[in-house]
């Protein structure tokens, strides 16, 4: 069974030293085989909870011009805590 | 898929933008976290007309364990109902994948929302009928105004949420205001008369408040690694699971109350499942609203805005019953709404980081 989109989040982005937002959401998209705007929200606001929680930690931010409208990108990184709440939650079993 | 198509924007509308989306997290944290407050009081209506139908209103007042034993049945029936709401919610979100997911995984995360059904379910909803059996209804109010406290020091404590100075003042304030609202009744009830069973009551209150307040940091412990719509689920999952499948059976086996005709009898009363699916569909997004405010703007400030129901609760009775509230619960709804806008006025960045992991290496 696939790993809940959350966990799948932190262990995605576990495999690398950081990666955008846009390249999280991408890899998510395709892992659960979805698309449109409504998940592409759905997944920043999860990965906000995660920057809340501190799980994640924002290592620069940029804005980008999309369909006209200015939106706000973020590259993030597991923090230590996080790597300990990969392998307190079971997600790399 | 989100894909970069120009160059990075003016260092100043980048700071401007960034205010904005922590303004936009914070906002919407407390947006859900006063839904919370509208739908619990909104609960209050159904939740106490269902007493007055059968098989409830039978009960006589000073019969206790049966009360008690109504208490869980309704209870399961109630939680079974809102598992269905929240089926639909999540049915309609594309969650349920998700919540399968999630649930299966028991021994690192849905154990948590066990827990947390566990301290929310039998401990606090017990406790607090306990509360209001023993002492009295306006002294089961009062102590379940003092769950924030409880749930702000054990996520404090536990996983080092961070709780500012601001914060602090502004949940003391809210529950200062409930006391307010509350409070003057409780002349009426503790000590006006030698009741031997009286220290129930009291215990039950402390329940409450325990288990509330416990339930949201337990609750939090997993959601930082799971959805909240989908842990609510889990959460309704297992006590349906806790009533229906260990209390309730042992009730039935191993004392002389009527669990079973209790059961039928609610299940058949059209107008009772009337007042439960409507009790129920407050329920299911109340405690949606409040899990989904706990991953923005933390435990302490969802659990404190939540205790505005006080205010939501005596608004709609007196909507609803024409039974309108006193005096000073102007008083008391002018500290609850100073208080939460005292909270609300917290800087927007002091919720980027809603724990202190400064030294997160050392901790589970």
Known sequence: ?93 | MVTPTSSPSAPKELTTALAQHFARNQRWGFVWALWTAILWGAWYVPGTALWFEHPFADIPADAQALRLAATAVMTWVHAIAVFVFLMLWNGVLGKVKDYGRTIVRFKKISKWYALASLCGGPMAIFGSYMAMGFVGPVFAAVTSLFYPVIGAMVARLWYHEKISGRAAIGMAVIIFGGIVIYGPGLFGEVGKEANPMAWLGYLGGAMSAIGWGTEGAVAARAMDVSDPDVGIQCRFTFEIFFWGLIILPILALFTDLPILTLIKDTILEPQAMIWIFLAASCHAYCYTSWYKSFSLIGVARGEAIGNLYAIFALIFIAAFTLQFPQWYFIVGLILTVSGSFIMFSEPAASIEHLRDHSSSEKRA
Not at chain 1, 22 to 35: D, K, V
Not at chain 1, 39 to 51: F, M
Not at chain 1, 59 to 69: I, Y
């Open chain 1, 1 to 93: 069974m696939k790993l809940h989109q959350k966990g799948f989040l932190l262990v995605h982005l576990n495999l690398s030293e950081s990666l955008w937002d846009h390249e999280i959401i991408a890899a998510t998209l395709n892992e659960y085989e979805l698309q449109g705007a409504y998940w592409e929200n759905h997944i920043r606001v999860s990965l906000d909870e995660l920057a809340a929680g501190g799980l994640i930690t924002r290592l620069e931010e940029k804005l980008v011009k999309q369909h006209g409208q200015a939106i706000l990108q973020f590259r993030y990184q597991v923090s230590p805590f996080g790597k300990t709440r990969i392998v307190d939650a079971g997600l790399e079993d």
